[in-house]
């Protein structure tokens, strides 16, 4: 069997292209004679691959000087107790819940200092974006956090919470890359990078530097102090050396399509696909108020939980991989990640229109 049309929504599909330069780079790395993953961290063919990454992120994302790019382990969900150990000054923190994830990093925050749910989507089972515009943020709040693509429930900020001056927090792990960013809305931004960018075990962390000093909460962890990786340039221990070195080929590979201006069109030509459909079906239906839909995370239902089950065991015999939808949601739900070709969607779309007719 070749490769299948893989809608897992992570670890996720990566780059054709990608897995194929490293399969031939696997047993020989550049006349090294070694693998990557065989390779010390202190080596000088490891440090070129980490520099030239961390460049290519720069660049991709335009990132400022004054903002470190940290490479770290422990998954998105480490950070969800390393922000307020190192951002907690005041220990207090306002989270916007717009989704599992929010929730879970708004969960942990609260072992750190007094947290405040400022606004949450939770009464729709999160199938929308909060008015963000006017906040009751607190006077002492160091941050405002959020997790700006819920990979869960399809949603994405289209516009920024207002802070009103605070620092702001986003965990964009299942949109890292997907489109232009502007760095210095932000004073953390973070993901894991095994939905959107690479395998499993890296987390990026991109940090303006006046948030990462000495003065973090007491009983901080070295390792999950953000000065310990920012002075040791993420080589404070042994880094998640081979992940880093697939995310430096996916950032080339998205250099050499045009950049996040173009992969933003390219994301939004895709997602119209799906949702174009969605929106004349009579048999399935999306599932997030459409002015919040996600470009990366798709979403949808028949309201028929056996013709669901259906759906995804006829998809997956038909070469469309992982189309089951969360527990919590139901239904199916496709992510279409930087990786996904339109080739792909417009295969989904094709089955999807069998389906229906089958089943009407
Ligand atoms: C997957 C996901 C996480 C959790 O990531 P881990 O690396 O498994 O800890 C956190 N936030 C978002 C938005 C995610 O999609």
Known sequence: MGRVYNFSAGPAVLPEEVLKEAADEMLDYKGTGMSVMEM??????????????????????????????????GGASQQFAAIPMNLMKNKVADYIITGQWAKKAYQEAQKYGKVNAIASSEDKTYSYIPDCSDLPISEDADYVYICENNTIYGTKYKTLPNTKGKTLVADVSSCFLSEPVDVIKYGVIYGGVQKNVGPAGVVIAIIREDLITDDVLEGTPTMLKYKTQADA??????????????????????????????????????AKILYDYLDQSKLFKGTVRKEDRSLMNVPFVTGDKDLDAKFVAEAKAAGLENLKGHRTVGGMRASIYNAMPKEGVEKLVEFMKKFEAENA
């Open 233 to 270: 340039d993420s080589l404070y221990n042994t880094p998640p050396c081979y992940g880093i070195y697939i995310c430096g080929k996916v950032f080339k590979w998205l250099k050499k399509m045009g950049g996040l201006e173009v992969m933003k069109q390219r994301n939004e030509e895709k």
């Open 40 to 73: 010390s961290h202190r080596s000088k063919a490891f440090d070129d691959i980490i520099k030239e990454a961390e460049q290519d992120i720069r660049d991709l994302m335009h990132i400022p000087d004054n903002y470190k790019v940290l490479f770290l382990q």
